[in-house]
């Protein structure tokens, strides 16, 4: 059974920093990607960041690009959103996801989720 727990998330003043971090467990994830994904209140679930396995591909969306950096550990099972400067725009509910393959940045290709943390910015 494949479990994503992630941690990290809080309360911050914009232009502040946090580390969201997601560890996967319950199967060998080589040749899996992972992804970050957030939900805003009100909104719909938009994609955020993705890594490849090897960690040799990444993809930002437009709106953290500079700001937001995605990574991963060398076993590959945890994958890191270094998140800075942020905006109060960026609040918003950030989940973990995975699949096999490549990088997506449609939610429904990714089977597995974790269950969210809250990322809240003040202004």
């Known amino acids: 059974q494949v479990q994503l727990v992630e941690s990290g998330g809080g309360l911050v003043q914009a232009g502040g920093s946090l580390r969201l971090s997601c560890a996967a467990s319950?199967?060998?994830?080589?040749?899996?990607?992972m992804g970050w994904f957030r939900q805003p209140p009100g909104k719909g679930r938009e994609s955020v960041a993705a890594?490849?396995?090897?960690?040799?591909?990444?993809y930002y969306a437009n709106s953290v690009k500079d700001r937001f950096t995605i990574s991963r550990d060398n076993a590959g099972n945890t994958v890191y959103l270094q998140m800075n400067s942020l905006k109060p725009e960026d609040t918003a509910v950030y989940y973990c996801?995975?699949?096999?393959?490549?990088?997506?940045?449609?939610?429904?290709?990714?089977?597995?989720w974790g269950q969210g943390t809250q990322v809240t910015v003040s202004s």
């Open positions: 890594i490849t396995w090897s960690g040799g591909s990444t």
């Open positions: 996801a995975v699949r096999a393959g490549g990088i997506s940045t449609t939610s429904w290709s990714y089977p597995y």
């Open positions: 319950g199967r060998t994830f080589s040749n899996y990607a």
